[in-house]
């Protein structure tokens, strides 16, 4: 709004003036249907007995024209002030409308601003980001040169260090070569010193090996004759031995066939024959026995058929104990014994 007054002075002057008009004469106010009151005259009246009709009728008829004139005056008045009332009103409209044109003028003009400073501001930020952009990429390749200069640069110097560490690797391999070659030598004519003392040795050895081997055939000529001589006697001891073990069995054989005639014959004689049974009859006896012939256990493993005359048989074995057996290392033979009773026998 004061843009639009410092643009336009004159016109708001203008308005200014029949804003001010307006509010004195609403302020003030005018009573057109108020009749006019008689305006006092400064004339001192004069009364006097004797009036004059016609003078008094002339006066009142100028009088009257006088009112009328005034109220014409009046009416006339009131119809031009109404007038510029309404052409006050008129033009205040047609201000405010030509205000209000020019206000959405300028708030039209302010956007259409607004927008090609918002434009211009776009402008100016696409423009600043463009050069952004521009200076990002230039100082991004600026850097990435750089960096391509260090890489570069470190390459060089990788390169130089490489070669450096190449031609100190090849000076001490050289040197290395010279020492392994001074070491080779050094080696070859300690070799050929160690083949010389090996060769000595070796004919040492050889000679050693020999009075050994001479020594050994001695020793063994010496063994072969005593392991004949052992294993004749060895051939000697085991026919002895044999000799023995079978004159040994044989003697155990007859002690033990002795013994187990006696047992037979010892069951045989305790047992009780049956009435009408036993005839013919005979069955295979398991006997367990103890140290002195004592009966531990009777069983039959072969029965008879008849098992009268197998518990007879199994009686007459406790019966006989104690059973006759021998006192010596045979014993063991008869600690679990089996034999045929057959007292038909």
């Given at each position: 709004?004061?843009?639009?007054?410092?643009?336009?002075?004159?016109?708001?002057?203008?308005?200014?003036?029949?804003?001010?008009?307006?509010?004195?004469?609403?302020?003030?106010?005018?009573?057109?249907?108020?009749?006019?009151?008689?305006?006092?005259?400064?004339?001192?009246?004069?009364?006097?007995?004797?009036?004059?009709?016609?003078?008094?009728?002339?006066?009142?008829?100028?009088?009257?024209?006088?009112?009328?004139?005034?109220?014409?005056?009046?009416?006339?008045?009131?119809?031009?002030?109404?007038?510029?009332?309404?052409?006050?009103?008129?033009?205040?409209?047609?201000?405010?409308?030509?205000?209000?044109?020019?206000?959405?003028?300028?708030?039209?003009?302010?956007?259409?601003?607004?927008?090609?400073?918002?434009?211009?501001?776009?402008?100016?930020?696409?423009?600043?980001?463009?050069?952004?952009?521009?200076?990002?990429?230039?100082k991004a390749e600026e850097e990435k040169q750089r960096k391509a200069e260090a890489v570069r640069k470190a390459e060089e110097e990788k390169q130089r260090k490489a070669e450096a560490a190449r031609k100190a690797e090849e000076e001490k391999q050289r040197k290395a070569e010279a020492a392994r070659k001074a070491e080779?030598?050094?080696?070859?004519?300690?070799?050929?010193?160690?083949?010389?003392?090996?060769?000595?040795?070796?004919?040492?050895?050889?000679?050693?090996?020999?009075?050994?081997?001479?020594?050994?055939?001695?020793?063994?000529?010496?063994?072969?004759?005593?392991?004949?001589?052992?294993?004749?006697?060895?051939?000697?001891?085991?026919?002895?031995?044999?000799?023995?073990?079978?004159?040994?069995?044989?003697?155990?054989?007859?002690?033990?066939?002795?013994?187990?005639?006696?047992?037979?014959?010892?069951?045989?004689?305790?047992?009780?024959?049956?009435?009408?049974?036993?005839?013919?009859?005979?069955?295979?006896?398991?006997?367990?026995?103890?140290?002195?012939?004592?009966?531990?256990?009777?069983?039959?493993?072969?029965?008879?058929?008849?098992?009268?005359?197998?518990?007879?048989?199994?009686?007459?074995?406790?019966?006989?104990?104690?059973?006759?057996?021998?006192?010596?290392?045979?014993?063991?033979?008869?600690?679990?014994?089996?034999?045929?009773?057959?007292?038909?026998?």
């Open positions: 709004m004061l843009q639009i007054i410092r643009e336009n002075p004159k016109a708001a002057l203008a308005a200014l003036l029949m804003h001010l008009l307006i509010v004195l004469f609403l302020i003030v106010g005018v009573d057109w249907l108020e009749t006019p009151k008689p305006v006092a005259s400064g004339v001192e009246v004069v009364q006097a007995r004797v009036v004059d009709q016609a003078l008094v009728t002339a006066e009142v008829e100028k009088l009257k024209q006088a009112e009328q004139a005034r109220e014409a005056a009046a009416a006339e008045l009131r119809e031009q002030e109404q007038l510029q009332l309404d052409e006050i009103k008129r033009q205040q409209l047609a201000e405010q409308q030509r205000l209000a044109a020019l206000a959405q003028q300028r708030l039209l003009e302010e956007q259409q601003a607004a927008e090609r400073e918002q434009a211009e501001q776009k402008r100016e930020e696409a423009e600043k980001a463009a050069l952004a952009v521009e200076e990002a990429k230039r080779e030598e050094k080696q070859r004519k300690a070799e050929a010193a160690r083949k010389a003392e090996e060769e000595k040795q070796r004919k040492a050895e050889a000679a050693r090996k020999a009075e050994e081997e001479k020594q050994r055939k001695a020793e063994a000529a010496r063994k072969a004759e005593e392991e004949k001589k052992h294993k004749a006697e060895e051939a000697r001891k085991a026919r002895e031995a044999e000799l023995e073990a079978a004159m040994n069995a044989e003697h155990n054989a007859r002690v033990t066939d002795r013994y187990m005639l006696q047992i037979q014959r010892k069951v045989i004689t305790n047992w009780v024959r049956l009435e009408g049974s036993g005839e013919g009859l005979k069955c295979r006896l398991r006997v367990r026995l103890a140290k002195g012939g004592n009966v531990l256990a009777v069983s039959v493993i072969e029965s008879s058929g008849s098992g009268a005359f197998d518990r007879s048989a199994e009686a007459a074995v406790y019966k006989a104990d104690p059973l006759p057996v021998p006192e010596d290392g045979l014993f063991e033979q008869f600690r679990d014994i089996i034999f045929v009773f057959d007292p038909n026998r």
